[in-house]
């Protein structure tokens, strides 16, 4: 392994980017150095240049706004120059400027920051150019600082001067040692510069100071830096002739139009092949003919010591099948070329045109005619946004890195459609819904004639994966299979190669993200305009819990409707490091920073991992169980002879108990997918799987219960698998316990056809009598690939309280519960019920989540499992079908009133009365205490109130709570009990009577209670890129709430947005914008859309733990409008509306 690399700022998602080197050459420039008397510099000199050089020297601000091409949506700093002042250019990285959608600013060294407009980003060279206007500086005086290529020299002593590691103004110095140095490879999948030299000094610098000037000692920029190699001090310089020549271009074409930018066209060819320098004795083994030598080394200087050889070719382009690697170059239209710049200049000034190669292969000479194409025509400057995803023409450095022919439909960001699909970022698309993909228009227009809700194949390909196609989407089980035949999908990667994976990806039902658009670059203004790329008719779901009527694999309704003809759009005709590792001189800004509040999960904790979910006898669950057909015959008699057939095969399942088999066809397997754009309530990943359990089935509705690890908030997408028929049908979370960790998600019935719906039932509950210490019960669930598990345990305790701390980033948290103990079970990610022996299930055996923490600041999560009674559930689902009297949603077409909770929003935990004794409590209240519940003899104590609730001031930690309504209470369900008393009695005022015991004296309250729906959190609002709701219960029961005001919580914040670059992050609260008090959500809308684009704003936040700040950040409604996420109960739908954007037209 190489060593680490410095962090770099080619737009990694908050990571740093690893990079490598290839070995270095030792061959050296043609051109003779310039007199080293030149080098004979004093002191004072250097000091006089360097009052020239560092005005003009900038620190850039730059935030990559979406993924693209090779890099990531990020923010980070770097550095840059002005090379012309009275047109307003400066000079950088191409890695700073980006390839793809970029906001910067330019802050001089006097502290006066302008904005900064791309002009240029070379395909193939690290550098690029900004603009700005010049007018804008009115406090310094500052040159532009020239350009000298011609001067660099082994020898030469230079200055990188520029922001290095953070600093603003850093000057470091070095010494020349090279100009041959072959271009640095950064990073396998990344970006890389190629087909040119590299200048190398020991000059350490790092992270910041890419795009800084490398100096004379007349203050004249001899090269650009470029990055630098982590194991050792060595700095990488870009030369500077190809810079000079595209700064001329920028000039001859702005002078052209006097008063404002238009795009300059510099050009630029290409052959897609990749040349190395190697050195005659290197050739002389390739076969270069003596003869050939002794005729290059007359036509050349006599510094030249090697020629061009072939270093790759990408399949495809102008030299695919003409080249090959190990080919030497030898003459260009017949002039012997031995160095990049010459091969260059002579491939830009033929772009479009036929030159003649000689070339020797193998010792033999050849002779090859090939077209330059137009180097622009296969860089991509427009990319598709559909579901968070960013898909665009494969470039022809992703082309080069991965050896796939440019202008595929290549995949820079998986968003959420893709992601839940299980398509990896680099993917390149072949085929979706049956048609072949080839270029990123086929694939709108595909997009087009879907509905929401549909699910269709996908088949793509990767760089690490080539040799065979991956149909694939998520873990998803198929609903119908065309052919007819049945498969199966496995995930385990040490199978054959050669298996081919069958998943589906399914559009978003809901309004997750914006409809699909468009982006196009444009170098006049420097920004992306987006259009549609769908002219949007009738956007309604297909199918799923609220649609009738249409299966899930339907293309046939088109709610995207025809595609947007796209205008003057080119088309293109898991890394391992080296031995030394170099990285790009840039730094990510705030990479360190709130880990645990990035818009992105961590994959590697996932609720359910695959590889922790082997069945015992090593069987891995599959993607998907696909209905079984035969020949053509009526369809009813077919599903009621399939649906014998598998309740048979049900039946004579090996040496299963009674309660198995009971069971058995009411068990449900969930996926859970949360969208990145509604990570709300502390969610702590966008993955999870779990067992459930139905627990209501007719033929309007089917209700399954399941623990609130796995269904953790109610804006997500559920995926049902059914194991008593081979189906996989969504669900909609209808119910989520405010308190138990128990959640109910609906499904209807009539998606399971009559032959499902025949094949499964609902369970049969058995609330009382409660669990008993030494109970015998079954625990069954299932394992991934569906099939029934059980086994017999004993209760070793059936009462025992849970104190599960709050994580770093507050989610849900079960408190004020009891829960069961069983003395074997299956391991921590097993979940399912407990039984008697006839089946009836007296609890779920559910999972529950916590974080381990390991001194400091390191913490882990983990997961347990616990048996949950069904008293409550019994309860809720009561409600549901006798008719509750709280709000109504639709399920499945119904309008039906759904319970509310009352609750007391306090935590509690049990003390031993032995231990209250001790406190002072009396013995009469430890008698009447015993006497109430002889097993726990236990006393309630006060751990905290939830800040905002009705408790809150009137209890306070360490209260013991000895009776409610004048009746003593041991435990969590008599206050629960106590309180469902109050919504029986008509006339009450919500509030409980309640004796406490506080510092040895019995005190009496009246405290009121709260009512809660299970709806959970309904809205969320996305400004400059944060995600903000109202606080949830697991940050209100820390206890505190903002004075001055609490009901704008920032949950999450997106990567490449101004929140990140300005550096709003997750687990506070915005109380404050621009002075105005924003106390709740409609405070905050009605404050941010008297914002306009382009504005800086004064934000005052208050952190978690009470800490103040105020920060500002400018707004960017262009690429991040204002938009909020509502949930409508009369549609059961997730509705997105926009509350302030830019319009393009006007940019």
């Known amino acids: 392994m190489g060593d680490s690399a410095e962090t770099a700022v080619a737009g990694g998602l908050e990571s740093p980017v690893k990079t490598t080197t290839d070995d270095l050459c030792m061959e050296i420039d043609h051109n003779p150095p310039p007199a080293f008397k030149d080098n004979a510099a004093t002191a004072e000199d250097w000091r006089k240049a360097l009052s020239k050089v560092v005005p003009a020297v900038v620190v850039l601000r730059t935030t990559a706004c979406r993924a693209f091409d090779t890099e990531s949506a990020a923010a980070s700093y770097a550095t840059g120059f002005v090379v012309d002042k009275r047109l307003g250019i400066i000079l950088t990285n191409r890695h700073v400027v980006k390839p793809g959608p970029v906001v910067a600013e330019a802050m001089f060294v006097n502290r006066e920051e302008i904005p900064v407009y791309p002009i240029y980003r070379d395909p193939v060279h690290d550098f690029g150019f900004f603009r700005y206007d010049p007018s804008a500086v009115q406090f310094l005086n500052y040159e532009e600082i020239p350009l000298a290529p011609e001067v660099a020299c082994v020898g030469l002593e230079i200055r990188v001067v520029g922001n290095d590691s953070g600093e603003k103004v850093s000057i470091l110095a070095g010494t020349l040692a090279r100009l041959d140095r072959d271009a640095p490879h950064y990073k396998k999948d990344g970006y890389n510069d190629f087909n040119t030299f590299y200048m190398q000094a020991a000059s350490g610098t790092k992270g910041g100071s890419s795009g800084s000037p490398v100096?004379?000692?007349?203050?004249?920029?001899?090269?650009?830096?470029?990055?630098?190699?982590?194991?050792?001090?060595?700095?990488?310089?870009?030369?500077?002739?190809?810079?000079?020549?595209?700064?001329?271009?920028?000039?001859?074409?702005?002078?052209?139009?006097?008063?404002?930018?238009?795009?300059?066209?510099?050009?630029?060819?290409?052959?897609?092949?990749?040349?190395?320098?190697?050195?005659?004795d290197e050739t002389r083994r390739l076969g270069l003919q003596s003869g050939t030598e002794q005729m290059v080394r007359h036509a050349s200087p006599p510094e030249e010591t090697g020629l061009l050889v072939v270093d790759s070719v990408v399949p495809d382009g102008p030299a695919h099948s003409q080249l090959e690697p190990g080919d030497v170059l030898v003459r260009v239209n017949g002039d012997v070329i031995t160095q990049f710049l010459k091969l260059e200049t002579l491939l830009d000034d033929s772009v479009d045109k036929k030159i003649e190669l000689q070339i020797e292969r193998g010792g033999v000479s050849m002779t090859v005619n090939l077209v330059v194409q137009d180097l622009h025509s296969i860089t991509p400057d427009y990319f598709l946004e559909v579901s968070g995803a960013v898909i665009h023409p494969l470039s022809y450095q992703q082309a080069r890195n991965f050896r796939f022919p440019c202008g595929l439909v290549y995949v820079a960001e998986c968003g959420y459609m893709l992601f839940r699909a299980g398509v990896p970022r680099h993917a390149i698309i072949k085929k979706f819904a049956g048609e072949e993909i080839l270029r990123l228009e086929e694939l709108i227009s595909v997009l087009s004639k879907l509905s929401r809700g549909a699910r269709v194949p996908l088949e793509y390909i990767t760089y690490t994966d080539r040799h065979r196609r991956k149909i694939f989407p998520t873990v998803h089980l198929s609903q119908e299979v065309k052919n007819g035949n049945e498969s199966q999908h496995n995930h385990d990667s040490s199978l054959d190669t050669q298996i081919r994976e069958s998943v589906l990806v399914t559009i978003d039902r809901h309004e997750w993200y914006a409809p699909p658009q468009i982006y196009t670059r444009d170098d006049s203004s420097g920004l992306w305009t987006a259009k549609p790329a769908i002219h949007p008719e009738s956007l309604l779901p297909s199918s799923g819990i609220n649609g009738k009527g249409q299966n899930l694999t339907s293309q046939a309704v088109s709610s995207y409707g025809e595609p947007v003809d796209m205008e003057h759009m080119h088309q293109g005709d898991n890394q391992s490091l080296t031995d030394e590792v170099t990285s790009m001189g840039t730094t990510d800004e705030h990479a360190s920073e709130e880990s645990h509040s990035r818009d992105e999960s961590d994959g590697g904790r996932k609720k359910r991992r695959v590889e922790e979910c082997v069945s015992a006898d090593g069987v891995v669950a599959p993607d998907s169980i696909l209905n079984e057909s035969g020949d053509a015959e009526d369809p009813s008699t077919l599903e009621n002879a399939g649906s014998r057939d598998y309740q048979g095969a049900t039946a004579a399942t090996t040496n299963a108990s009674l309660a198995e088999r009971v069971i058995e066809p009411t068990l449900v397997m969930f996926e859970v997918h949360v969208p990145p754009s509604c990570m709300i309530d502390g969610v702590h990943s966008q993955h999870f799987f779990g067992t459930g359990f139905i627990i209501y089935h007719s033929q309007s509705m089917g209700l399954v219960a399941v623990d609130k690890n796995t269904v953790a908030i109610s804006a997500s997408d559920v995926m049902l698998s059914f194991a008593a028929f081979p189906i996989e049908i969504p669900g909609e979370v209808v119910f989520l316990h405010p308190v138990h960790n128990f959640a109910l998600v609906a499904y209807d019935p009539s998606a399971l056809g009559v032959a499902g719906a025949s094949a499964v039932r609902a369970a049969e509950l058995l609330p009382e009598p409660a669990l008993r210490r030494g109970d015998s019960v079954h625990l069954i669930g299932l394992s991934r690939s569906l099939q029934a598990t059980s086994r017999k345990s004993i209760v070793t305790n059936p009462c025992a309280a849970l104190n599960i701390s709050s994580a770093d980033c507050p989610r849900y948290r079960a408190m004020n519960m009891e829960v069961i103990e069983l003395d074997t079970d299956f391991g921590s990610t097993f979940s399912g019920v407990l039984t008697d022996e006839r089946g009836r299930v007296q609890a779920i055996w559910g999972s529950f989540s916590t974080q381990l923490k390991f001194g400091g600041s390191s913490?882990?999560?983990?997961?347990?499992?616990?048996?949950?009674?069904?008293?409550?559930?019994?309860?809720?689902?009561?409600?549901?079908?006798?008719?509750?009297?709280?709000?109504?949603?639709?399920?499945?077409?119904?309008?039906?009133?759904?319970?509310?909770?009352?609750?007391?929003?306090?935590?509690?935990?049990?003390?031993?009365?032995?231990?209250?004794?001790?406190?002072?409590?009396?013995?009469?209240?430890?008698?009447?205490?015993?006497?109430?519940?002889?097993?726990?003899?236990?006393?309630?104590?006060?751990?905290?109130?939830?800040?905002?609730?009705?408790?809150?001031?009137?209890?306070?930690?360490?209260?013991?709570?000895?009776?409610?309504?004048k009746q003593p209470v041991t435990c969590f369900y008599d206050i629960e009990n106590a309180c469902q008393a109050l919504d029986k009695c008509g006339n009450n005022d919500g509030k409980l009577d309640i004796s406490i015991f506080r510092q040895g004296r019995e005190i009496d309250l009246r405290v009121g209670t709260d009512v809660r729906d299970g709806n959970g959190t309904a809205r969320v609002i996305n400004w400059c890129?944060?995600?903000?709701?109202?606080?949830?219960?697991?940050?209100?029961?820390?206890?505190?709430?903002?004075?001055?005001?609490?009901?704008?919580?920032?949950?999450?914040?997106?990567?490449?947005?101004?929140?990140?670059?300005?550096?709003?992050?997750?687990?506070?609260?915005?109380?404050?914008?621009?002075?105005?008090?924003?106390?709740?959500?409609?405070?905050?809308?009605?404050?941010?859309?008297?914002?306009?684009?382009?504005?800086?704003?004064?934000?005052?936040?208050?952190?978690?733990?009470?800490?103040?700040?105020?920060?500002?950040?400018?707004?960017?409604?262009?690429?991040?409008?204002?938009?909020?996420?509502?949930?409508?109960?009369?549609?059961?739908?997730?509705?997105?509306?926009?509350?302030?954007?830019?319009?393009?037209s006007s940019v």
């Not at 052209?256 to 630029?268: D, F, L, N």
């Not at 939830?946 to 930690?957: D, K, M, P, R």
């Not at 707004?1115 to 302030?1140: S, V």
Request: aromatic share 10%; proline share 6%; hydrophobic share 40%.
């Open 859 to 965: 913490a882990e999560d983990h997961q347990f499992v616990r048996g949950i009674p069904v008293y409550t559930l019994s309860q809720v689902l009561d409600k549901i079908i006798s008719g509750a009297s709280g709000p109504s949603r639709l399920i499945n077409g119904v309008k039906r009133p759904m319970p509310l909770v009352r609750i007391l929003e306090v935590e509690l935990y049990p003390t031993l009365l032995s231990k209250a004794r001790s406190f002072g409590l009396s013995d009469d209240w430890v008698k009447a205490l015993v006497k109430k519940d002889p097993v726990r003899r236990q006393v309630l104590r006060v751990k905290g109130c939830l800040a905002g609730s009705n408790t809150e001031n009137l209890l306070e930690q360490g209260d013991m709570v000895l009776a409610v309504n």
């Open 215 to 280: 100096i004379d000692w007349q203050g004249r920029a001899v090269a650009l830096n470029a990055g630098s190699k982590s194991s050792s001090a060595s700095a990488f310089f870009l030369p500077l002739e190809r810079v000079v020549r595209a700064l001329r271009f920028l000039q001859k074409g702005r002078d052209t139009y006097a008063h404002k930018w238009e795009v300059v066209s510099i050009p630029r060819g290409t052959l897609q092949a990749t040349f190395l320098h190697k050195g005659f």
């Open 1025 to 1144: 890129g944060c995600i903000v709701q109202d606080p949830h219960p697991a940050v209100r029961a820390l206890g505190f709430l903002p004075e001055e005001g609490h009901g704008v919580y920032v949950a999450r914040w997106c990567h490449g947005s101004p929140v990140h670059r300005y550096g709003l992050y997750a687990l506070q609260w915005i109380v404050q914008v621009n002075g105005k008090p924003t106390p709740n959500l409609d405070a905050f809308v009605k404050v941010t859309k008297e914002i306009e684009h382009g504005e800086f704003v004064r934000v005052r936040t208050v952190h978690l733990y009470g800490k103040p700040r105020v920060l500002s950040l400018k707004q960017d409604l262009h690429y991040w409008p204002t938009w909020e996420l509502i949930f409508d109960p009369d549609t059961a739908m997730w509705r997105r509306q926009m509350i302030k954007t830019l319009d393009c």
